[in-house]
């Protein structure tokens, strides 16, 4: 029988100047989501130290919400090995890239005088029309120079995008982060947001065709799961990306391989399990599906993730220095996947 008084709780103690590793730390010996977020930072640092290759799924408004520099640390300093990310969470990075803004607003604004003076408005953060409609008439005119006849994958398509912005960046951030340092990026559902609407633009306006290979995206994203000695994932939020990182352990079959499912999992999430969606689903909900390992170290932290991610990564950043520097990372390679 497990022993059901494994340690005491530690009360939380203050003291001045304690940095974003101690508070952290001392977090873990609480209870509650306290103790969750300290767990989350543990498992992310012992996949940094284990021989792992770690997917990041990213949903949400997260960029809006000012964690570009935070998924851009992520990336420069090799803390995740591959992104699956929302089409919305990608375009505004690109428009914060070209130096446009988000704004603090009020979830209480008259949302009809917004609409009136084109401001765009996401809970408590505002975004301006016609900044908006620069960054979309860059990813129509990247569009346009794109070959017709070739079959992109969403992970070319965001390295292209990546590579386009970097001359005109006027800051660094997710996609010229990744484009830079090696990272894939995949958007399984890229039609779902603004580039969706600059690739119908492009199409309709000047008949270029995009066109998408979303299977092969699923063929890499398992040959890299298939290729790994072990796999983690940390997930901010649901929906899509999650299930896409989700079903690369389990689908390793289609190789001839059978991977007892992700060793390693995080998840920031403010859902429940009880409605039976992805965004609340629990680990132990997917180890019936095979997606996380029967052993495998994993936590739930019930958070609004602009408040816990900053916490964890800052941690990361200064508990887990000398391992993230010392990180074997896994070179991702797709030599051997047929076309």
């Known amino acids: 029988m497990e022993d059901p008084f494994p340690a005491s709780v530690i009360p939380f103690a203050v003291s001045e100047g304690a940095s974003a590793a101690e508070v952290v730390e001392r977090m873990a010996g609480t209870a509650f989501q306290a103790r969750n977020l300290g767990q989350a930072a543990h498992i992310w640092d012992a996949m940094l130290r284990d021989e792992v290759t770690i997917f990041f799924g990213l949903a949400g408004a997260m960029v809006p919400g000012g964690m570009r520099p935070v998924v851009t640390y992520l990336i420069e300093n090799r803390l995740i090995d ?185 998840q920031i999430t403010m859902d429940e399990p009880d409605w039976g969606g992805l965004s609340g689903c629990t680990f132990e909900e997917a180890q019936s599906w095979r997606k996380i390992a029967p052993e495998a170290s994993f936590v739930t932290v019930r958070s609004e993730a602009t408040i816990a991610l900053p916490l964890i990564v800052s941690a990361l950043a200064e508990g887990s220095a000398e391992a993230i520097r010392q990180r074997r990372r896994p070179a991702l390679s797709f030599e051997g996947l047929a076309e």
């Open 82 to 266: 591959c992104l699956v990310c929302t089409g919305a969470n990608l375009f505004h990075d690109l428009y914060e890239c070209l130096g446009h803004r988000h704004w603090q607003g009020r979830p209480g604004a008259d949302d009809v005088e917004l609409a009136r003076r084109r401001v765009y408005r996401f809970y408590d953060t505002l975004a301006v029309e016609h900044d908006f409609t620069i960054g979309e008439r860059f990813v129509t005119d990247f569009c346009l120079t794109l070959d017709p006849e070739h079959r992109y994958t969403t992970r070319e398509f965001f390295e292209l995008v990546g590579r386009a912005l970097i001359p005109v960046a006027k800051q660094e951030g997710i996609l010229t982060a990744a484009a830079r340092h090696g990272v894939p990026i995949y958007c399984p559902a890229v039609g779902d947001s603004v580039f969706g609407l600059c690739l119908a633009e492009a199409r309709h306006r000047n008949g270029q065709t995009v066109t998408f290979d979303i299977i092969r995206d699923v063929l890499e994203m398992t040959w890299i799961a298939t290729q790994a000695r072990a796999t983690g994932v940390v997930y901010i939020g649901g929906g899509t990306p999650k299930n896409f990182v989700q079903q690369s352990a389990v689908a390793c079959y289609i190789f001839g391989r059978e991977k007892p499912g992700h060793s390693y999992g995080v």
